[in-house]
């Protein structure tokens, strides 16, 4: 369960000018698998992410999840947003459950297992502040864990660690890895950040702009369980001169 | 450092600018951020703008009190302060029904009449108008079927319905709620369908990420969303019908605030005039405050924000 397949998907967005944000991409991701998504800024990262969400129409080919095509949003497949993106109406703990109370699911089910969340991304004492009070990477903690609540299939995540300063970002990045390994979700991460790509993945998927494009696919095969001390191993500095040299063909 | 595929790794102006470690931007900084001395010299800064406020409003009538001869100014037109001021103190507390002052005692019952007629109009705008705007805001077809209909109504000002509401409601309370609820409508809706239009697009990608219907985020997501905006409205539109209810009560209405107004102006009573219009600034104030402090406990997330932000 969580298996994701891209068959020739097209995205063409209407307009004055049409831009022809993916053209012809192919990807399919494995259950549990952790497959980053690389690429410069405006190459299409978000489009192929919103597509699998269910916030957009493809324009071709066909896009099934779990076997099924994908034709709108749901709780299987859990969207971390760059910004967060939570109610700033609402206090931790209630945009944690939003997701299984609006569901309907009972109280008894959802209270344990989000507050298993909530000291899991270390914000147990943190459950009655408003998302202002807290940091960057904070409110994105809060994001993983009212996407995690849901118990998805799939777990989507669109440059959730961009917007944050370098320190705050790694200790996410070991967070999530920690988090991965614990619950073994598969998921699509959308980065420009080719450190984070190549620490989190099982998968690099590089990509091109205009017209969007996957033009290569890179396994890493870090041992796991990883850490952000990986970072400067011999390996992963391999990896990182191997995508460098990658881009320097894509750019010229 | 990580090697970047952009020209500069994007940072949140929002974060706390580079924390050492991941801590609350917020409840830290509160507490410790105010400079020692704010609190005590917060009274002093209050007395000193509440004097400063009065200032105008005393000047004003101690020239209105000193310019008059024989409790009156401009041949007896206007009459001073402590005329008012009689004329107020009678038409509160003196005895009903006795006497040639047919407005004796009767202050309160006219406040409670108009008061009353705004709270029922009022409450059938928000009512009608928070989610008509929020429809608006929100679907296209209903902004389609209804918005042109608001836009081309709104233009009529609230005076101009008169004839056709006593036509309808006759002479009584039923036609001055009709107006303060028209009056009141107008703003409401404005307000709210635009705030239900700015709902910032990710909020409700959210809310369809994690399985909320359509209902369900209009109450949960849009409604929140838009609600200092809904606010903004009703302040606009609770004025509006003040307006409307003395406008109404002046012309098509046998009690009220606005009876009383043209009533005694009618006999020449300006004391009770002016006590009259006193009565109704004091009232409109009030209510203001009053969903001002409903505004305040319902956003309370959003003062905290404007804050830390
Ligand atoms: N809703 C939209 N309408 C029109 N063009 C869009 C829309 N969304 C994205 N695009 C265009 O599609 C291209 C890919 O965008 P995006 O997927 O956001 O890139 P990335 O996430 O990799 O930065 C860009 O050229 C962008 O301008
Ligand atoms: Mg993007």
Request: aromatic share 8%; hydrophobic share 50%; glycine share 10%.
């Amino acid at each position: 369960m969580g298996t994701v397949l891209f068959q020739n998907v097209s995205k063409t967005f209407p307009g004055v000018r049409s831009v022809r944000a993916l053209d012809d991409v192919s990807l399919q991701i494995g259950e549990g698998d952790f497959v980053a998504l690389l690429g410069p800024s405006g190459c299409g990262k978000s489009t192929l992410l919103n597509l699998l969400a269910g916030f957009d129409r493809l324009s071709d080919g066909a896009l099934l999840f779990d076997g099924r095509p994908v034709t709108r949003p749901g709780p299987d497949r859990g969207v971390v947003f760059q910004e967060a993106a939570l109610f700033p109406w609402l206090d931790v703990w209630n945009n944690v459950i939003f997701g299984p109370k609006v569901q309907g699911v009972p109280k008894s089910e959802y209270e344990p297992r989000a507050r298993e969340l909530l000291r899991l991304v270390g914000l147990d004492a943190f459950a009655e502040a408003l998302p202002v009070q807290l940091s960057g990477g904070m409110r994105q903690r809060v994001g993983i864990a009212r996407a995690l609540v849901m118990n998805p299939r799939a777990l989507l995540m669109d440059e959730p660690f961009g917007a944050l300063d370098a320190q705050t970002r790694l200790s996410m990045q070991q967070l999530l890895l920690d988090v991965w390994e614990t619950l073994g979700t598969t998921v699509l991460f959308v980065t420009h950040d080719i450190d984070e790509a190549i620490l989190l993945s099982d998968r690099i998927c590089v990509m091109s702009a205009r017209p969007g494009r996957i033009v290569r696919t890179i396994p890493i095969t870090l041992p796991r369980p990883r850490s952000i001390a990986s970072l400067t191993s011999p390996a992963f500095v391999a990896y990182k001169a191997d995508i460098l040299a990658e881009m320097n063909v894509v750019h010229h | 450092m990580s090697v970047t595929m952009e020209p500069a790794a994007p940072t949140d102006t929002r974060a706390p600018a580079a924390p050492a470690y991941d801590a609350p931007s917020g409840t830290a900084g509160a507490a410790s951020g105010r400079p020692r001395g704010a609190t005590l010299r917060r009274p002093t800064r209050l007395a000193g703008r509440v004097l400063l406020g009065l200032a105008l409003p005393v000047i004003v009538l101690a020239a209105w009190q000193l310019a008059g001869r024989g409790g009156s100014l401009f041949g007896g037109v206007l009459p001073t302060p402590d005329r008012v001021w009689a004329a107020w103190w009678t038409w509160a507390f003196g005895a009903q029904g006795l006497g040639l002052n047919p407005y004796s005692g009767t202050w309160l019952a006219n406040v409670l009449y108009s008061a009353e007629r705004v709270a029922k109009g009022f409450g059938c705008a928000i009512l009608i108008g928070v989610p008509a705007g929020i429809a608006i805001g929100w679907n296209r077809i209903a902004a389609g079927a209804l918005d042109p209909t608001v836009q081309i109504l709104r233009p009529i000002p609230i005076t101009a319905w008169l004839p056709f509401s006593i036509a309808v409601f006759g002479i009584g309370p039923g036609g001055a709620i009709f107006l303060i609820a028209l009056g009141a409508f107008y703003p409401i809706v404005v307000n709210t369908s635009q705030g239900a239009r700015d709902v910032d697009r990710m909020l409700i990608r959210a809310a369809l990420m994690m399985g909320a219907g359509p209902f369900t985020i209009l109450r949960r997501v849009v409604l929140p969303a838009a609600l200092p905006s809904v606010f903004t409205g009703l302040r606009i539109g609770l004025g509006i019908g003040w307006t409307a209810v003395i406008v109404a009560e002046m012309v098509a209405v046998k009690s009220g605030l606005g009876y009383v107004l043209w009533d005694a102006y009618y006999v020449g009573r300006m004391d009770v005039v002016i006590a009259d219009m006193i009565t109704i600034g004091l009232l409109g104030f009030l209510s203001d405050r009053l969903v001002l402090a409903i505004e305040h406990w319902a956003l309370a997330w959003r003062r905290l924000q404007s804050h830390h932000a």
